[in-house]
C-alpha cells in the first residue's frame, strides 16, 4: 500500500481535516437566488382575470418596480391580482428543483382590503399535471397577514401546503398529495381575495430563496463514511501483513503461474498467426482446415464455395510476380466485402480460395457465387501495360449436417473442374446431395 493509514501522523491530518470540514460546512454563505434579477426565468407576469383583456383593471404602476394595481369594476368567474415568474424554459414540463433550498425570503408593500398576501409555488409532477391544464401543477402556498409583511420576511418552504380547494378539485391518491417542489413550474405573489369596488395596490421588493449549498447532514455522512473506510484499510492492512508473513512461497507460485498464463497466451497468439495467410491476411489452409472442423461439428451444415482465378499463372508471366500478388490482394478484397460475417474465407493454396457459408442452401450458395463471379469480372486492377481482365471460376456442393468437409471439398473441386472445361469465368454446383430431403440446407 502507499499509504499506511494506521500511521500517527494520518490520523492527527485526518481528524484535523474531520474537524475543518465540520466547522467549514457551518461557515458556507448561504446559496442564494434573487428570482426578481435571474435571466434563468420568464416574467414577471401580471395575474389578470380569465380572459380579460381590459387593462384598467390590473396594470402596471411602476414594471421595473414591480408595483402594480387592480381595481375591478364588474365580476369574473376569477379576478386575478398579483405577478407570477415562470420557473420553465423552453420545455414546459421541466422546472426548478427547490429541495437544496429550504426558505424564501419575501419584501412586499401593500395597500388595499385584503386582510392577507398569498405566497405560492407550482410544483410540475409529471404523473398528474398535463401542460394543457395550467391548474393541474400541484399548488402549494401560505397566506401572509398583512401585520407581517411591513417588514422582510423569511418563510420557511416547509411552511407552504397544499390547500384544501386543490386536493378537492383533482382527487388524487394520497400519496399524490404530498408536498414536493422537485420540478417548480412557478411562484406567483398575489392577493387571494379580491372583490368588486375595491383598489389594491402590491409591490415585490425582493423575492429570494435561500438554501445551503452543502446540507450538514451530507458532510456528516460523507465524513463517517470516511472513517469508515478507513478503518476497514486498517484492519485490511493488518490481515495483509499476517498474510505476507507467510505468503511468500504462494507469490512464488503465483507468479510462476502467471508467468506460465503468459506463455499460454503468446503461444495462443503465435498459433493464430499460423493460420493467416500473409500476403492476402484472410486464412490459410490450416486456419480454413480449423474453422471446417469447427462448422463439421455444429447441426446446421455447410456449403462450400471453391473459386479459383482463371489464367492466374499467364498473369503471373506477363506481368510478373508483383503484379500477380495484387491480383490476389485485390481479389480477396472484393470477395471478403460481398461476404457475411458469419462466413468463413480463406486462401486453400496458389490462386485457389473457399468460402464455407453455414446453415446455407445450395442455391443460395451458388447465387452468391454468380454475384462474386460479377464482381471479380468487373474489378479494375491496373497492370503495367493497363486494365489486367481478371475473371474467376466457382465450384459449389453442400456438407450436410453431419457430412465431411472433405468429400464436400472434393465435389467442390469436381464442379470447379467442370467450370474450367467449359470456358472458364463461370460458377458450377454439385448436384449430388440436392434435393427435397431433411439434409439439405
Not at 133 to 158: C, E, G, T, Y
Not at 267 to 295: C, F, M, P, S, W
Not at 343 to 358: P, S
Request: aromatic share 6%.
Amino acid at each position: 500500500m502507499p499509504y499506511d493509514v494506521s500511521n500517527p501522523r494520518l490520523l492527527i491530518a485526518g481528524i484535523a481535516l474531520t474537524l475543518v470540514m465540520m466547522a467549514g460546512v457551518e461557515l458556507l454563505p448561504p446559496r442564494i437566488v434573487d428570482l426578481t434579477a435571474s435571466d434563468q426565468l420568464s416574467g414577471p407576469f401580471l395575474i389578470t382575470a380569465d380572459g380579460n383583456e381590459n387593462a384598467n383593471e390590473v396594470q402596471w404602476l411602476d414594471e421595473k418596480q414591480l408595483r402594480l394595481r387592480c381595481a375591478y369594476a364588474v365580476s369574473h368567474p376569477f379576478m386575478g391580482c398579483g405577478l407570477s415568474y415562470q420557473l420553465t424554459g423552453d420545455d414546459p414540463t421541466q422546472g426548478w428543483d427547490l429541495r437544496a433550498f429550504d426558505s424564501i425570503e419575501v419584501e412586499l408593500v401593500y395597500k388595499g382590503q385584503s386582510p392577507y398576501v398569498r405566497v405560492a409555488l407550482r410544483n410540475f409532477d409529471r404523473r398528474f399535471s398535463k401542460v394543457s391544464d395550467f391548474n393541474s401543477a400541484r399548488f402549494h402556498s401560505i397566506n401572509l397577514r398583512q401585520r407581517d409583511i411591513v417588514k422582510p420576511l423569511n418563510i420557511d418552504l416547509s411552511e407552504l401546503t397544499v390547500p384544501e380547494w386543490w386536493l378537492q378539485q383533482y382527487d388524487l391518491p394520497r400519496e399524490q398529495n404530498r408536498p414536493g417542489l422537485e420540478n417548480a413550474s412557478g411562484i406567483t405573489i398575489d392577493v387571494p381575495t379580491v372583490h368588486v369596488g375595491e383598489e389594491h395596490q402590491l409591490q415585490v421588493r425582493r423575492l429570494v430563496l435561500k438554501g445551503q449549498w452543502v446540507s450538514p447532514g451530507s458532510v456528516h455522512l460523507g465524513v463517517l463514511c470516511a472513517w469508515l473506510v478507513a478503518a476497514a484499510l486498517m484492519a485490511l492492512r493488518g490481515w495483509t501483513q499476517l498474510r505476507q508473513a507467510h505468503g511468500r512461497q504462494q507469490r512464488e507460485i503465483d507468479a510462476l503461474t502467471t508467468r506460465t498464463r503468459q506463455l499460454r497466451v503468446e503461444q495462443e497468439k503465435l498459433r493464430r498467426l499460423a493460420t493467416i495467410d500473409e500476403l492476402t491476411g484472410v486464412l490459410n489452409r490450416r486456419g480454413l482446415e480449423q474453422a471446417l472442423d469447427d462448422y463439421e461439428a455444429a447441426a446446421q451444415g455447410m456449403t462450400l464455395v471453391l473459386l479459383d482465378i482463371d489464367h492466374f499463372k499467364h498473369i503471373n508471366d506477363r506481368y510478373g510476380h508483383d503484379c500477380g500478388d495484387e491480383v490476389l490482394r485485390r481479389i480477396t478484397a472484393i470477395i471478403a466485402s460481398n461476404l457475411r460475417t458469419t462466413d468463413v474465407f480463406g486462401r486453400w493454396g496458389g490462386e485457389e480460395f473457399v468460402i464455407a457459408c453455414q446453415g446455407t442452401r445450395v442455391r443460395d450458395a451458388a447465387r452468391l457465387a454468380e454475384k462474386l463471379r460479377d464482381r471479380v469480372q468487373q474489378s479494375e486492377i491496373q497492370g503495367t501495360g493497363g486494365r489486367i481482365a481478371v475473371t474467376a471460376s466457382f465450384g459449389v456442393a453442400l456438407a450436410p449436417p453431419g457430412g465431411s468437409a472433405a468429400d464436400a471439398l472434393k465435389r467442390a473441386d469436381a464442379a470447379l473442374y467442370r467450370a474450367k472445361e467449359g470456358g472458364r469465368n463461370s460458377v458450377e454446383t454439385d448436384e449430388t446431395l440436392q434435393g427435397d430431403s431433411p439434409t439439405t440446407v
